[in-house]
């Protein structure tokens, strides 16, 4: 089998980002990644972001964007992507004031739908990250299902992510299942063991990497996107322990 292929989200290393981005990333190539996916464009514009990425021998495979910038400026999104010739786009949130009950969620699906529409048109797939607050259940649905089943499969797909879903009370394996054909994106994203639960480098955590690829692969996962929310240390350290794991998995 071949190796799992895998990014690093930019989110885990905004602390050198926020000082140095043409920096970090020639950094980020250093400890272990060839891709990454984007958290913003480091105040950049795309044109000189990929400038910098081919420079350093980076390559992006997708952008975190607003859920307002999505749906306001969805031409503006498609030409951002063409310039770094990425073929994904994320939504990283959802939540007040857009989505507070059943019928709003159904609205902010419905929206993103069409935004949805016009990016597959031009090749691009437009997936929503999760954390946990999407696990609330409105008339016993979570609104992550709602959000789900309001759109199409075509126009919304996941960026699931591991932590999250634990940390929401769902098995991430059960539910990268659930989703079999609409998660080509997952964020891979371990939990500590102590209480109060955190974020780890990926290996070092409670969670079952075994399983939760192999759910991943069978479901059609595209890429796998390394992601710490906060690090312990030096957050380039982490990432660099957390690719050291991520290049032995087949």
């Not at 920096?23 to 400890?31: A, F, M, R, S, Y």
């Given at each position: 089998?071949a190796?799992?292929p ?7 290393v905004?602390?050198h ?5 043409a ?17 913003g ?11 910098i ?7 992006a ?6 859920y ?37 969620w159904?609205?902010?699906?419905q929206?993103l ?19 946990a ?8 649905e979570?609104?992550?299902?709602i959000?789900y ?30 989703y ?9 994203k ?15 955590g ?6 939760i ?8 996962a ?9 690090c ?7 990432a ?8 032995k998995?087949?």
């Amino acid at each position: 089998m071949a190796k799992i292929p895998y990014a690093l989200q930019l989110y885990t290393v905004r602390d050198h980002i926020a000082k140095d981005f043409a920096g970090t990333l020639k950094k980020v190539k250093e400890v272990g990644y060839d891709y990454i996916e984007l958290a913003g464009l480091g105040g950049v514009s795309a044109a000189e972001c990929k400038k910098i990425l081919d420079q350093v021998k980076l390559t992006a495979i997708s952008n975190h964007v607003g859920y307002e910038e999505m749906i306001q400026k969805t031409d503006e999104v498609i030409a951002m992507c063409r310039t770094l010739n990425i073929r994904f786009i994320v939504v990283p949130w959802l939540g007040k004031p857009f989505a507070t009950d059943k019928a709003s969620w159904i609205k902010c699906a419905q929206a993103l739908d069409a935004a949805g529409t016009k990016l597959k048109a031009a090749g691009i797939r437009l997936c929503y990250h999760n954390h946990a607050h999407e696990f609330e259940k409105f008339d016993g649905e979570y609104a992550l299902d709602i959000l789900y089943a309001n759109s199409s499969p075509d126009h919304v797909a996941g960026q699931l992510d591991t932590y999250w879903l634990k940390h929401g009370g769902v098995d991430p394996v059960a539910y990268i299942r659930k989703y079999s054909g609409r998660c080509p994106l997952i964020h891979v994203k371990d939990m500590s063991a102590g209480e109060p639960h955190t974020f780890a480098e990926v290996g070092r955590g409670i969670l079952d990497w075994k399983a939760i690829f192999g759910a991943g692969n069978a479901a059609g996962a595209q890429w796998y996107i390394v992601e710490q929310d906060t690090c312990p240390g030096d957050s380039l350290e982490s990432a660099r322990i957390s690719a050291e794991f991520m290049a032995k998995q087949k």
